[in-house]
């Protein structure tokens, strides 16, 4: 089960997901929902991590939560063969990155759908919003786990890292995203998990709810509007669903 940490009563950032419409600042319903994939929408990122870090380790390396901190969901976060080899000097151990394989497969087959996100899909679909993710992982990585999570055919299109000069925190990725979804990027709501994937929709003139998971909760969100500890706690009146 995935641990999520809540929003603090000290958080002025935070909202009380129960609160009125009177006691929160109702806002213009967004014309679509961009949602992150990668601790947002599925908890890839402690396994991958966990990968990563005992990949590390097994060869005399540490790889602090830390330092994951600074790159997860950013153009930064190499593959873990070459961020091993820069480490190293030399390949990278055959037998360790089979290991470390073994886990990403693990990963790719059994994480599930995070909470709260079939509710949200449901929600904003019955009120003809348009959905699309943006997401710092290739398309090779996203589209698969959208498959076997049976939500791919909700999405009107999918944005990867792949597709675009610059990922996050540059807002290239929600750019993309908002001209093919054909919409004024301030009409768009994202969903992230990440400082850097709140600084790029930020940064596309967007609005973004963050919604820490089990390795983000350990970042720092000092600018985010809206902190959830879980996307099941999402405020849809305070987003006029």
Same mark, same amino acid.
């Given at each position: 089960? %995935?641990?999520? %940490?809540?929003? =603090? ?6 909202? !009380? ?7 929160? @600042? ?5 014309? +679509?929902?961009?949602? #992150?994939? #990668?601790? =947002? ?14 990949? &590390?380790?097994? &060869? *005399? ?11 997860? /969901? =950013? ?24 290991? +470390? ?14 909470? *709260?996100?079939?509710?949200?899909? =449901? ?16 398309? !090779?990585?996203?589209?698969? @786990?959208?498959?076997?999570? /049976? ?8 944005? %990867? ?5 610059? /990922?996050?925190?540059?807002? !290239? ?8 979804? *054909? ?12 400082? &850097? ?5 930020? +940064? +596309? ?23 959830? /500890?879980?996307?099941? #706690? ?5 987003? *006029?669903?």
């Amino acid at each position: 089960m %995935t641990t999520r %940490t809540p929003p =603090t009563s000290s958080d002025e950032h935070s909202i !009380d997901p129960a609160a009125s419409p009177s006691e929160a @600042h109702i806002v213009i319903p967004p014309a +679509a929902v961009i949602f #992150d994939f #990668d601790g =947002t929408i599925a908890n890839t990122e402690t396994p991958v991590y966990e990968a990563a870090r005992i990949a &590390h380790e097994e &060869h *005399g390396l540490e790889l602090p939560m830390t330092t994951w901190i600074e790159i997860v /969901g =950013t153009a930064d976060n190499k593959p873990l063969a070459e961020r091993l080899r820069d480490a190293l000097g030399r390949a990278p151990d055959a037998d360790v990155m089979a290991r +470390a394989e073994e886990r990403h497969r693990h990963a790719r087959e059994n994480v599930p759908v995070l909470s *709260g996100v079939e509710d949200l899909i =449901t929600v904003a679909k019955s009120h003809d919003r348009q959905l699309a993710i943006a997401s710092s992982s290739p398309i !090779d990585w996203v589209e698969p @786990h959208l498959i076997r999570l /049976g939500l791919v055919d909700h999405f009107d299109h999918l944005s %990867t890292r792949d597709q675009v000069d610059r /990922g996050k925190p540059a807002p !290239d990725l929600f750019l993309l995203a908002a001209a093919r979804l *054909g919409l004024d990027p301030a009409n768009i709501l994202v969903i992230e998990d990440s400082r &850097h994937g709140y600084a790029a929709a930020r +940064a +596309a003139g967007m609005r973004c709810v963050v919604v820490p998971n089990a390795i983000t909760a350990h970042d720092v969100h000092p600018d985010a509007e809206i902190v959830l /500890g879980s996307l099941a #706690d999402f405020p849809f009146a305070h987003f *006029g669903f």
